[in-house]
C-alpha cells in the first residue's frame, strides 16, 4: 500500500492513520523510553479497536529492527527515524494521540498520552493538539502532592526517578522523615491539600539540602509537584504513570509493552520500577565523577546510563552538560546544550552508534576506554 511521506521527519497524526488504515499489518517499533512507549501503546490501542492487526516492541535503537523479516505493511517508527512513517518528534506522544483520534476517536487514551509527554518532561500545553483539554476532560487534573505512582508514600519517594536527593533508594530515611513530620505513609482518599503541600515541600527541599545541588535542581523538582491524577490512570498519579514508563521502557521492555497495551502488567512493571530506580541511584551515589569547562563526566559499569546522565544534570552537575560512561554505552544530557551532535562524534569514534531525544542522546560503544570518550565528547562539545 502507499505510505505517507516520512521526509518532513514529523509525520503528523492524520498521515501516520492514513498510512495505517488499510494495512493488513502494521508493525510499531520504540525507542527505551516513557515517551515512545506510551505513543506506542496509545496507537497500538487504536489499532486494535479498529480492527488493524499490528506488532509492538521496543528497541534502544528501532533501526535495528527495520532489517527483520517481516509481513507488515507498514513499519512506524516512534521516536526515532526510519521505517515507512515516523513519530520522531520529541514528545512523541500528542502525535500518536492525533493519530489515534483520527482512527478511532472513542479509542485514543489521553491518559497515556499525557503521561508520554511527562515522561519526555515536557510541558501538557505545548502541543498543538487537543490532547491537554482531552486530558482534562478524562478527570486529569492537577492537586498538591508528589507525583509518585504508588499509594504508599514512603516506597514512591524512595523510588521516584524524577528527583535525586540524599535519601533517594532508602525507604527508612523517607519513613523517618514522614513520621517527624507528621505526614501521612499512605495516598488514601481523605488526604487534604494541607498535607500535600507539605509532602511537595519535603520532597523539594531534600532535592537540594546537600548543597550539591546546582540550581536548576529547583526547577527539576517542580516536575514531581503538584501531580496529575486521573480516574483512567493505573497508578496513583499520572506522573508516578510516566516514571513506570520510562523505567519499564529501558529495564523490562516487554512488561513495558504489555503495560502500555493495556495488559495487567501493573505489578510487574512496578517492580521493575523499583529496580530501576535503586539501581540508578547507587550509581549516581557512588559515581566515579570529573568535572570539565562544560561538562561532568561520570564513570559506571552498573547504572541505567541514560536516567544516570538525566539526575546528574539535574540535581549534581555544576556544569550544562553530562557524559555518562557504562559498560558498551554512554548517555549525555544537556541543559541548552547540543550534546546529541557531541555524543554522535564520539560513537564515531569507537565504532558505535546514537541517537538523539530532546535533551538527552544514547549510544551503543564498542570500546571499554572511558578517557578516550569523555575527551571526544568534550571536543564534540567544543
Known sequence: ????????????????????????????????????????????????????PFQASVRSFPGDALGDGTD?????????????????AHPASPAAYAAARELVPDAADPTLALAGVLAARAAPGDD????????????CEQRPGVGVPTADLVDGLAHTTFVYTPDSGDTEAYRTALAERDLPTERTADIDDDAGRRLASLLAFDAVRSGEAPPRAADAVERALRPHAGARCPFATVEGYAGVLDAVARRAPGTGV?????????????????????????????????????????????????????LVRDFRSPEPAVLVVGDGEAAAAGDAVDV????????????????????????RLDTSDPAGLIDAFREGLA
Not at 25 to 37: N, P
Open 72 to 88: 507488515a505493511d507498514v513499519t512506524v517508527t516512534v521516536g526515532a527515524t526510519g521505517g515507512d512513517v515516523a513519530l520522531d
Open 340 to 363: 546529541g551532535a557531541a555524543l554522535r562524534t564520539t560513537a564515531a569514534t569507537a565504532n558505535g552508534t546514537s541517537h538523539a531525544r530532546g535533551e538527552t542522546a544514547y549510544a
Open 258 to 310: 504489555a503495560l502500555a497495551l493495556g495488559h495487567d502488567a501493573r505489578e510487574a512493571a512496578l517492580d521493575a520500577w523499583r529496580e530501576h530506580a535503586s539501581a540508578a541511584h547507587r550509581a549516581v551515589r557512588a559515581a566515579d565523577t570529573s568535572r570539565y569547562d562544560g561538562c561532568v563526566a561520570v564513570v559506571t559499569r552498573t547504572g541505567p546510563v541514560e536516567t544516570v546522565a538525566r
Open 128 to 139: 498543538p493538539t487537543t490532547l491537554a483539554e482531552d486530558a482534562t476532560a478524562a478527570g
Open 1 to 52: 500500500m502507499a505510505a505517507a511521506d516520512p521526509s518532513d521527519g514529523h509525520a503528523p497524526g492524520a498521515s501516520v492513520a492514513a498510512a495505517c488504515r488499510d494495512a493488513g499489518l502494521v508493525r510499531l517499533v520504540a525507542t527505551s523510553d516513557g515517551d515512545a512507549l506510551a505513543a506506542t501503546g496509545v496507537l497500538a490501542r487504536a489499532l486494535s479497536a479498529a480492527g488493524i
